[in-house]
């Protein structure tokens, strides 16, 4: 960002300007177009009282004076009308702030949830590219300028716009001559409000930036908190928030400063005005010229006092529209960002087998699976889903740059154990991600059960894929919740027996309240060995026909690890599975152990058949060389 620049409403501001308007006419068309006229009708209700002390002096007031028996019957009349007119002004207004809230808070929801529904299309990609912070910032920071625009801004600024117009053309009426001075003050407004206002926008966009990089550190630094205080980082850290903290004071001091000192000098410009207005009006009086009365001159002194007071409104809410609409922008980057691409078709059903073996599907969970192609007539076969999977010549980077692995082929056959051993980067969790679809390949291709995987739609393939990460994540709400997570229709005796299957239901049941004992913060109440068990479980209730399990034992301790071992083995009979370890004593019974070094295969075999080679992988299981 250029730092001497001044904001100013670009081609972009005003493409996002429409964009954001679309928000508010598609569904609160009448309700906008009522709240326009009614900020209208409060400008002219508040001009009209202004006004008015020409007429209440001239052709009420000053004739009565010195009358032995007045009559006020007029006057009252008068009074009434300015009264209703009055009263009509404080309804209106009354009105439109009501409805400009209720405006604001329905088009900050329309745009939470477009937000939220699109976040939920977006690949891993997108999230492993952008920072957690950043984007929490546009659902707090970014949301909440565009509030403070719909409804405060905005409306705010329709009434100084209306304010001006009303005022200057009722004070051309009254006196032409005068009118000719407050021009001549207008355009002294326009630069001091452009000069003054350009400086307190352009920091109050630093400011928004400012306090998304303030948000985002500190809720980096509560996450890694235990981190921060293992390795003394305390000091480092607090120097490094003084930085950004100071950045933001900086930028918000300098913003209120120019902000604050807009309406002592705007002001001191009205008060010259009046003064000056005085001088010439009173001598043009005297002079005969003008027609300048009394009630002229009582009427046009009162518009000069709050002439200027609207210059002043819509310089800062321009600050605030040019800030919330950088806030929105940001926000439709998010909208705009390309969706996961799913051009599969093949989907997955529930099947049964006949007699002869053949598949029909059904609605009712089965426990065969079977792959639904759809020909172009309409007609559909069905292959049974085993969990073979199959990797022919792949070739992935995650930046084509550079590439992570290079012409992999492997193979597990069905109701195979595939265990992955490498260093750090050797590409065992880029595999597992490739089998997702988390991301796609650059060249090779990946079968299914004989299938393309990229004619599988991605749903259904994910759906069949149970996943053990090695960094556990439960959401707030119960345990039960938590494991029904895997499968939202499983009944809470499948949860029991899922929870029984991971060995989980031991320390479940030890918990005061079992499994409707309330987990949030990530689960901080239990321990990460327990954290893990409940993970586990949640892939045991979903009852996947292939399981990854990605170092899905690395962080419970050696006695956990063999109770879950054993619950892990019931989970995994029949079905294909694919694991990474560091622990290689986890994955001695696999059928095969494929060794990965810089994304290539340099040994595959059983236990027994690694070790008699004298290998890489001899050399790690003996210790003679160690996982980096």
């Not at 209306?162 to 207008?186: G, R, W």
């Not at 076969?381 to 930046?399: M, Q």
Request: charged content about 20%; aromatic content about 8%; some cysteine.
């Amino acid at each position: 960002m250029n730092k001497n620049k001044k904001p100013k409403m670009t081609k972009n501001d005003l493409k996002t300007a429409k964009r954001l308007m679309k928000y508010v006419t598609e569904k609160y068309k009448f309700q906008f177009i009522l709240v326009f006229f009614c900020i209208l009708i409060s400008a002219v209700a508040t001009t009209a009282v202004s006004l008015s002390l020409r007429y209440l002096l001239d052709d009420f007031i000053l004739p009565l004076v010195g009358q032995k028996t007045p009559d006020f019957a007029g006057l009252y009349k008068a009074l009434t009308v300015l009264g209703v007119i009055f009263l009509a002004g404080v309804i209106a207004t009354f009105i439109y702030t009501r409805m400009m809230v209720y405006i604001g808070q329905g088009v900050l929801k329309r745009v939470r949830d477009d937000m939220f529904e699109h976040m939920q299309t977006l690949p891993i990609r997108y999230f492993d590219q952008n920072t957690n912070g950043s984007v929490m910032s546009l659902y707090t920071n970014d949301t909440d300028t565009l509030r403070q625009m719909i409804s405060q801004s905005i409306p705010q600024a329709l009434m100084s716009f209306f304010t001006i117009i009303v005022t200057f053309i009722a004070m051309l009426v009254l006196s032409p001559l005068l009118t000719l001075l407050a021009i001549a003050v207008i355009g002294i407004l326009i630069l001091v409000t452009k000069a003054i206002g350009g400086n307190s926008g352009k920091y109050f966009v630093r400011q928004q930036v400012a306090l998304a990089d303030v948000t985002g550190f500190v809720e980096e630094r509560m996450n890694g908190q235990r981190v921060v205080k293992v390795f003394n980082h305390e000091r480092k850290s607090e120097q490094e928030f003084d930085a950004l903290n100071e950045a933001l004071f900086e930028s918000a001091a300098n913003a209120n400063k120019y902000a604050n000192i807009m309406g002592p000098v705007i002001g001191n410009i009205g008060n010259l005005q009046f003064v000056l207005t005085a001088v010439l009006g009173g001598t043009l009086s005297v002079m005969g010229v003008g027609g300048i009365t009394l009630g002229v001159m009582a009427s046009y002194l009162q518009f000069t006092k709050s002439f200027t007071q609207p210059f002043m409104q819509v310089a800062q809410q321009f600050n605030s529209i040019v800030m919330a609409l950088a806030g929105a922008e940001r926000i439709f980057a998010l909208i705009d960002e390309t969706p996961e691409a799913d051009e599969g078709t093949v989907t997955l059903v529930n099947a049964t087998k006949d007699d002869n073996g053949t598949l029909h599907e059904c609605k009712e969970r089965t426990g065969i699976w079977a792959w639904k192609q759809t020909a172009s007539d309409g007609t559909a076969s069905y292959t049974e889903l085993t969990g073979d999977v199959r990797f022919k010549d792949v070739t992935f980077g995650y930046n084509p740059d550079k590439i992570i692995l290079k012409d992999i082929s492997l193979f597990a056959k069905p109701g195979q154990k595939l265990a992955f051993v490498g260093s750090t980067g050797a590409g065992k969790t880029t595999i597992t991600n490739l089998i997702n679809r988390f991301y796609d390949i650059q060249n090779g291709e990946i079968r299914y059960d004989g299938i393309d995987i990229t004619k599988i739609k991605k749903d259904d393939l994910r759906r069949s894929l149970g996943i053990v990460l090695q960094d556990t994540h439960l959401f707030t709400g119960t345990i039960k919740d938590n494991i029904r997570y895997g499968n939202l229709d499983a009944t809470d005796e499948q949860i029991y027996n899922a929870a029984k299957l991971a060995h989980a239901d031991q320390f479940i049941n030890m918990l005061p309240h079992g499994y409707d004992t309330l987990l949030s913060g990530d689960g901080e109440e239990l321990s990460q060995g327990q954290r893990q068990l409940i993970s586990i479980a949640r892939a045991a209730v979903a009852d996947p026909p292939v399981l990854i399990l990605d170092e899905a034992t690395s962080s419970i301790d050696t006695r956990t690890e063999s109770i879950v071992q054993k619950g892990m083995d019931n989970l995994m009979k029949g079905r294909t599975v694919f694991v990474i370890a560091h622990r290689l004593s986890t994955i001695r019974n696999s059928n095969a152990i494929i060794v990965l070094d810089h994304g290539q295969i340099i040994e595959r075999g059983d236990h027994e058949d690694l070790i008699a080679q004298k290998g890489t992988y001899y050399q790690l299981y003996t210790g003679k060389l160690e996982l980096s």
